[in-house]
């Protein structure tokens, strides 16, 4: 490989600001990424599949669209790294799941195809916790990712890889998904911005279904405007989903660069009660603080408003997504695609045992957990219940958002109430995993969009915490306007973004380097 | 008294079902929609292509595919519910229909279930003069499954070497129309089934909105069978339904009437006896006549319903509900009283046309040209017998009212006659091409050579000399004797009229 010349370290609006003023090409950017996985992700694991030949080839055709004056974005030539539970045309989709081993779609889900469409060269698909369920990534089949603020920790989940990925300088940008928290809890506990967009707002044609009502795919970045950047190129309508919204995606970068201008007169910021009090770590909550202070500093008015339905949203959230998610996960049947296992010591085993023995040795145990929990929830006498209630409980949250942002034009909370926790520390604990996903998951119960910025590092322990700001239904402009705001006032205040903090990733402490193009045992 | 059926079924006789019981019919009929795409995807959707052809990820069921619904089936849905006197829903979902089967690509079929389109509707079904009101519950939109097929001896999925799945099948947009129990048909509960599933069909195709061939599936009949105990005469209390069994694909008319025939007398069989039914699902078989036991269908089965949350919910507007209203076809009882008054039938001639199931046929032969009575003596007479042979349908024989309107033609014409018409629709059964091609290549035409009919005509002169001078004392009635020794020579291909002319002119 040649010298690495470019500066990994950047974020996407100034490599697209490089790339235009001809200072570097696609092909060089491209390649500075490709090297950092080879040298940290040994030790990260934030890849499932890197596809080194096809984000060159795509990179190189980026830079003759530059090179002719006719680039197909702002953003292209700007390489990007893709959840593995997205469709990808001719690259494997696993979804960290054993029972999608070798499966490689062909087709490409709508972000993907628009990805492409703008010139972002795909660098490969990132690790998560199997089928998204998880909060740590360390339920991906293939081996959990690793946080690189501190290796023996989660990176969160279920967008762990895309995260790291990020943190760890590999990728500039990243595609995540969040159901419950999936792409805004990884952002808090690795010091990077993750964004979920209004439901409907983003295609989510290709995405691997855990929970329909509630999946979302958005951007993973490591600023506010890369973010929104990343969100102006992937969102809009798509008539190959009946539940995209048709409305134009609206002005997002726009409202992050005037939101990095500082000024936030007028702007009613709601702190809700129920997501800021009991279970969250002291130095999550004193981050928190300060970073609303910033907010007043910056002519913001802080409101406290009370959401009393939120206390209802994990249970709710635990009978909804595992209800759908358990119809989803039958198409996993070895009859089509992906892995099919034969019974052991059965002759001329039936189409019904293949399928037994398959999904039986293809899902991991919460993907099992949760399709016994979500087949329960369904089943009758017992649908009124658990689905019919935790729907009611869901018009009901949509409610008290509704209610709330009539005195508030945001809503905000700290994004998970811890820090990053250590490998292995929750794995047997299921109901402790998922509290990571308290204050994110009303907005998936709702609809509404949701960021996570970076507030700073605990006292007690060195760590990253998140800020979430949330705000109505297509009104996502907001969480930029703000988020910018508050991150332009925090790297003043640290001199510098976060992850400069973060401790260098040294190849020598990985388990190896990665040889590009074989990971996934399966890759091409 | 009790018979035994192939399959070792103890049924008991007709009269004596009817004298202990009263059957309850439900009908559950699905329709083939002709949308050009389907339900939830773009995939075509013509018969026969090659398997696996016509598919993509979302009628696959790969991961990360969704559907979309098809507007066009949405029409048709609503076409059919307003001519099935149904209301329609303002509002209503899609919802999974949650099982495991190879054939299914999600293995959950994308359905309707407490939210159906169309709702309480009726249709009123003539048998034999008398008017049967037929309640339907519900017509909902659904999506077909893909088509299995068992490789080896047995040709079902026990005991096959293999199967083969073909999904240019799945997605379909199907279209469920289901009845309430049908009670107080008595004795003429198979007719009544019949009739239903007989009238339903012309609906669908006055409606365009099917192929309606029963043959390949797009119309297919689960019966519903229960009997209760017989209500004493005079009382006004109603029996509650007994166990019901579903016979599954009843894939004839006439299988329809068989089928629930065959159910009554076992269902009977079995409760005289002192047993119960077993609620399940049973397979009808043509070639014997019988139904046998499928899988057991309790009331465990659990589909685990709930809206799809992919799609989002159907609101047809009001004005639209009425646009399609105004593009209905006529009812079926106001038509039949506008067509007998048109065609100059007797009540007795419209009865019967309607009860051979050739309404249709009759009123598109006319359509083509031929005259009410000849297409009615041609369906009713030739054709319907030829069809009882067969023990088909006589939609279902093979021959087309315009094929059957281009043989009158030739009998108009002089071209050929009623007998020799019959040899034309064998020739047209065997295949052979149109009516003027059949009465070509069998040389079927009626000579209409002077000449030979003369010397034909003289030959019979001279070796009748009897009847001849019969004929020459005035008794015209004895020229038939000859015309029939004539037309014998020139093997039937010869006008009587004009042979019999002949006679008397050369006998005057």
């Known amino acids: 490989m040649t010298a690495i010349t470019c500066n990994t370290r950047v974020s996407a609006a100034e490599i697209a600001g490089a790339l235009a003023r001809g200072e570097t090409s696609s092909v060089e950017v491209t390649r500075a990424h490709l090297h950092n996985i080879e040298r940290h992700d040994g030790a990260v694991h934030a890849y499932l599949h890197v596809d080194a030949e096809g984000a060159l080839a795509q990179a190189a055709a980026a830079d003759e669209r530059r090179a002719n004056g006719a680039p197909a974005s702002a953003l292209d030539g700007v390489p990007i790294a893709v959840k593995d539970v997205l469709a990808t045309s001719g690259l494997p989709t696993t979804c960290g799941s054993k029972i999608l081993q070798g499966w490689v779609p062909p087709y490409d889900a709508t972000v993907v195809a628009r990805l492409k469409r703008a010139g972002l060269p795909i660098l490969g698909k990132t690790n998560m916790d199997e089928f998204a369920m998880g909060s740590s990534t360390e339920h991906s089949a293939y081996g959990p990712t690793r946080n690189p603020w501190d290796l023996d920790r989660i990176p969160g989940g279920s ?123 002291a130095g999550v909550l004193a981050r928190f603080q300060e970073s609303l202070d910033l907010l007043v500093e910056a002519g913001a008015e802080v409101v406290e408003v009370s959401c009393p339905s939120f ?43 293949v399928m037994r023995a398959t999904r039986d040795a293809g899902f991991g145990d919460e993907v099992k957990r949760r399709i016994i929990l979500g087949t329960y929830a369904l089943s009758s006498g017992y649908y009124d219940a658990f689905y019919g209630q935790a729907q009611k409980v869901r018009t009901l949250i949509g409610r008290d958002f509704a209610a709330a942002f009539e005195t508030a034009d945001v809503l905000v909370s700290p994004t998970a109430p811890t820090t990053a926790f250590k490998l292995g520390e929750k794995l047997d604990d299921p109901i402790a995993m998922y509290l990571n996903d308290l204050a994110t998951i009303p907005a998936n119960l709702a609809g509404v969009p949701g960021i996570s910025i970076p507030s700073g590092l605990a006292d007690e322990d060195g760590l990253p915490a998140g800020f979430q700001v949330l705000a109505p239904a297509l009104a996502d402009d907001r969480c930029y306007r703000v988020g910018a705001a508050l991150e332009a006032a925090l790297e003043r205040k640290w001199g510098g973004p976060l992850l400069d903090k973060a401790p260098g990733l040294d190849p020598s402490t990985g388990s190896g380097q990665v040889k590009l193009d074989q990971r996934n045992g399966d890759a091409r | 008294m009790t018979a035994t059926s192939a399959t070792g079924d103890a049924l008991l006789s007709y009269d004596d079902v009817l004298a202990a019981y009263d059957p309850a019919l439900g009908l559950e009929v699905h329709v083939e929609l002709n949308t050009a795409s389907k339900m939830f995807c773009g995939c075509p959707t013509e018969f026969g292509a090659e398997p696996n052809t016509q598919v993509c990820p979302t009628c696959l069921g790969l991961p990360g595919a969704m559907p979309v619904v098809n507007g066009k089936a949405v029409e048709s849905a609503i076409r059919i519910g307003l001519a099935l006197n149904c209301e329609i829903a303002e509002w209503c979902r ?39 009101r037929v309640e339907i519950e519900r017509a909902h939109m659904e999506e077909d499954t893909g088509k299995s097929l068992h490789v080896g001896t047995s040709g079902r999925i026990h005991g096959a070497d293999y199967s083969l799945v073909d999904y240019n099948r799945a997605g379909i947009p199907l279209i469920e129309i289901v009845t309430k129990p049908i009670r107080g048909a008595g004795e003429r509960a198979p007719e009544v089934a019949k009739a239903y599933v007989a009238q339903l069909r012309d609906l669908i195709v006055a409606l365009g909105v099917s192929d309606a061939r029963m043959d390949q599936g797009s119309i297919r009949a689960d019966v519903n069978l229960s009997l209760a105990p017989k209500v004493s005469a005079g009382s006004t209390a109603e029996a509650p339904l007994g166990t019901r069994t579903e016979t599954k694909n009843v894939n004839s008319l006439r299988s329809v009437e068989r089928a629930v025939r065959y159910e009554m007398q076992r269902h009977a069989a079995i409760l005289a006896g002192g047993g119960s039914i077993l609620q399940e699902t049973r397979h009808w078989h043509e070639d014997t006549g019988v139904t046998t036991s499928g899988r057991e269908k309790s009331d465990a089965e659990d589909y685990r319903y709930f809206p799809e949350p992919d799609l989002v919910p159907v609101a047809p507007s009001r004005e639209w509900v009425e646009e399609l209203r105004g593009t209905l076809p006529e009812n079926p009882t106001q038509k039949r009283a506008r067509l007998q008054a048109e065609w100059g039938f007797t009540d007795l001639e419209m009865r019967d046309t309607v009860g051979a199931g050739a309404l249709s046929m009759v009123e598109e032969t006319i359509a083509a040209g ?129 042979v019999r002319e002949l006679i008397l002119e050369k006998l005057a």
Request: proline share 5%; charged share 20%.
């Open chain 1, 159 to 281: 967008g762990g890889g895309s995260a790291a990925a990020v943190a760890s300088f590999q990728a500039p940008l990243a595609l995540g998904t969040d159901t419950g928290g999936s792409i805004r809890q990884p952002g808090a506990v690795t010091g990077t911005v993750g964004m979920k967009p209004t439901y409907g707002g983003v295609s989510r044609y290709g995405l691997v279904a855990m929970a329909n009502s509630l999946d979302q795919v958005g951007p993973v970045s490591r600023t506010v405007l890369d973010a929104a950047l990343l969100h102006e190129v992937i969102g809009g309508h798509d008539p190959l989903d009946s539940t995209s919204i048709d409305q134009p995606v609206g002005k997002l970068a726009d409202a992050a660069r005037r939101g990095a201008e500082g000024d936030l007169s007028g702007v009613r910021v709601g702190v809700i009660t129920e997501l800021s009090g009991e279970g969250y770590q």
């Open chain 2, 370 to 498: 031929a005259s009410p009575q000849a297409a009615r003596k041609w369906w009713l007479a030739e054709l319907a017998r030829r069809a009882n042979d067969a023990g088909v349908e006589l939609a279902e024989l093979g021959v087309t009212p315009a094929q059957v309107a281009g043989v009158q033609a030739l009998v108009d014409a002089g071209s050929i006659n009623d007998k020799l018409a019959r040899q034309v629709f064998d020739g047209l059964l065997a295949g052979e091409g149109t009516p003027e091609e059949v009465v070509e290549k069998r040389g079927l035409a009626i000579v209409s050579d002077e000449g030979a009919l003369s010397a034909a005509v003289d030959n019979a002169i001279a070796a009748n000399p009897d009847v001849a001078q019969k004929i020459r004392d005035g008794k015209v009635a004895a020229a038939g004797a000859l015309i029939g020794a004539v037309m014998k020579e020139m093997r039937g291909q010869a006008d009587a009229g004009r």
């Open chain 2, 94 to 132: 899609f919802a999974r229909k949650n099982y495991f089967y190879p054939d299914m690509p999600k293995n959950f079929q994308t359905s309707q279930y407490d939210e159906p389109i169309c709702f309480e509707g009726w249709m009123d079904v003539e048998v034999d003069g008398e008017t049967f």
């Open chain 1, 311 to 353: 206390v209802h949203a994990l249970a709710a959230y635990y009978l909804v997504m595992p209800a759908e998610a358990s119809s989803n996960l039958a198409k996993f049947d070895a009859m089509r695609y992906g892995l099919r296992v034969l019974p052991e010591g059965v002759e001329n085993p039936s189409a019904e045992e």
